[in-house]
């Protein structure tokens, strides 16, 4: 074995066990490795009442309901399968609005609604100016 | 053809040759790279519309993504040159790897500010801990900082070159993680728009000005390369005749 | 002008970032040409600063 091959197969052996060990890790904690959970997640009871999660999923149409002279605000969040409702007092991004991605930070009450301390908006990755979506949404509704 | 192209490699990966080369190339690439990052920064602030959800604060688009890109490509080179460097002990190929760290650096840590930056007003957070993506890319900025402290760990060359090649190559895995990050779990970044196979999710005239933006990046990124290895190469040869004729300390 | 200056409300983030890509993109512009102009000064001078910046060349002997 030349040197040269022997100095390769050093190589390839390191990166091919740290290539396991990072698979391996990031499969045993993939529940950790994601960000939010979903509303269907939720749904099924796979959640911690006492732990703080994040809950993501699409603010749902005309779903939000802001309490006059306060800053709470209800709204639903799904993901086309299941419902959760959200209550939450405090600042919205910008791009938090009807039918836009959310993730919100908190804890699911007794009586399932979901009591957020955070929430944040999530935007997809699609960019257009305003006559372009609006030509869409037009093409959309003359099918 | 094929040997031609071959020799010519061989010759590139001669010092003096290489140093005469980067001089006579170098200056190209930055005067491309600059024409294309004007060009591409006046299409993005002016030019291209405002978005129907982001509004004007989606330009940061045009700083973000070059560097979130070259952040990453940057650590390709760095570790593809300290694997030629490790295995067939090429010098000019550990030379590259050294210089390609802090360039590569610079650019993550740009990615993250300007992210951050953007993450602000329209996700409502600078930061989370909790985002895969975000925390990948931290990670990529302390890979190269661990090169280039490790490097730095050595009194001999030698040592460190080989050393540190073994760091930069096993921190590649870090790369495909940072870019499918958002496509395995679940984020608060959104997914890529550009490099989709379907066509990209983004408006012809706002994708111009990006891929100006990406393209001048990437000349830049070889001009700025170039200009250091130059530096570099002369660092490492100092001892060889070809250098001391240049500068003159030998007739 | 102003109009585009205040990037519909988002000046104080569009601006920062733009300002920083700038600075960045020029130091590294600047700075591998600094060095490439010292390091020649010096191997002429024969001073050899650089000798404890990077590490020193195992020395061939002939």
């Known amino acids: 074995m030349t040197p040269r091959r022997q100095r390769m197969i050093v190589i390839g052996l390191v990166l091919a066990g740290v290539a396991v060990a990072v698979l391996l890790a990031s499969a045993a904690f993939q529940e950790s490795v994601n960000y939010f959970r979903t509303p269907t997640q939720v749904a099924s009871g796979d959640v911690p009442a006492?732990?703080?999660?994040?809950?993501?999923?699409?603010?749902?149409?005309?779903?939000?309901?802001?309490?006059?002279?306060?800053?709470?605000?209800?709204?639903?969040?799904?993901d086309y399968a299941n419902n959760v409702d959200v209550v939450y007092t405090g600042v919205l991004p910008d791009l938090f609005r009807e039918g836009q991605g959310v993730v919100t930070r908190g804890r699911l009450g007794a009586d399932g609604v979901f009591e957020a301390e955070e929430v944040l908006a999530k935007h997809d990755e699609n960019y257009m100016p305003p006559e372009v979506k609006e030509a869409l949404a037009n093409a959309k509704k003359a099918q | 053809m094929w040997r031609l192209l071959v020799r010519w490699f061989h010759q590139l990966a001669s010092p003096p040759y290489f140093y005469r080369f980067a001089g006579r190339v170098a200056p190209w690439f930055g005067v491309v790279g600059g024409l294309l990052i004007v060009a591409g920064a006046y299409g993005g602030l002016a030019l291209a519309p405002a978005d129907y959800q982001q509004g004007d604060g989606f330009r940061i688009i045009y700083v973000h993504v070059p560097s979130a890109y070259l952040s990453m490509m940057a650590y390709v080179v760095m570790a593809s040159a300290a694997f030629v460097g490790f295995v067939w002990r090429i010098k000019l190929a550990h030379a590259v790897a050294v210089s390609a760290a802090p360039i590569g650096a610079s650019f993550t840590?740009?990615?993250?500010?300007?992210?951050?930056?953007?993450?602000k007003p329209m996700w409502g957070?600078?930061?989370?801990?909790?985002?895969?993506?975000?925390?990948?890319?931290?990670?990529l900025l302390f890979l190269y900082f661990g090169y280039m402290a490790l490097r730095a760990a050595f009194e001999e060359r030698d040592k460190a070159d080989r050393a540190s090649a073994l760091l930069a190559v096993v921190g590649v895995v870090n790369v495909p993680i940072i870019h499918y990050s958002v496509i395995w779990w679940s984020t608060l970044h959104q997914g890529p728009s550009i490099s989709k196979l379907d066509a990209p999710s983004i408006d012809a005239s706002m994708l111009v000005p990006l891929l100006l933006m990406i393209f001048g990046h990437t000349f830049l990124f070889v001009y700025v390369l170039f200009e250091r290895l130059k530096g570099e190469v002369l660092l490492r040869e100092r001892q060889a005749r070809w250098v001391r004729k240049l500068v003159g300390t030998t007739a | 002008m102003s109009e585009f200056l205040s990037m519909g409300g988002y000046a104080a983030f569009v601006w920062p970032a733009?300002?920083?890509?700038?600075i960045v993109l020029v130091a590294n512009v600047l700075l591998p040409r600094r060095r490439h102009r010292r390091i020649l000064k010096q191997l002429r001078v024969g001073t050899d600063e650089?000798?404890?910046?990077?590490?020193p060349t195992v020395r061939h002997v002939p």
Do not use: C, H, K, N
């Open chain 3, 18 to 22: 733009y300002g920083l890509t700038l």
């Open chain 1, 50 to 78: 006492t732990r703080s999660i994040r809950l993501g999923g699409m603010v749902a149409d005309d779903s939000v309901a802001r309490d006059p002279g306060s800053l709470t605000v209800r709204f639903t969040v799904t």
């Open chain 2, 109 to 119: 840590f740009l990615a993250l500010v300007t992210g951050m930056l953007w993450g």
């Open chain 3, 50 to 55: 650089f000798q404890s910046v990077s590490q």
């Open chain 2, 125 to 139: 957070t600078y930061w989370q801990w909790a985002d895969a993506r975000l925390v990948s890319e931290l990670v």
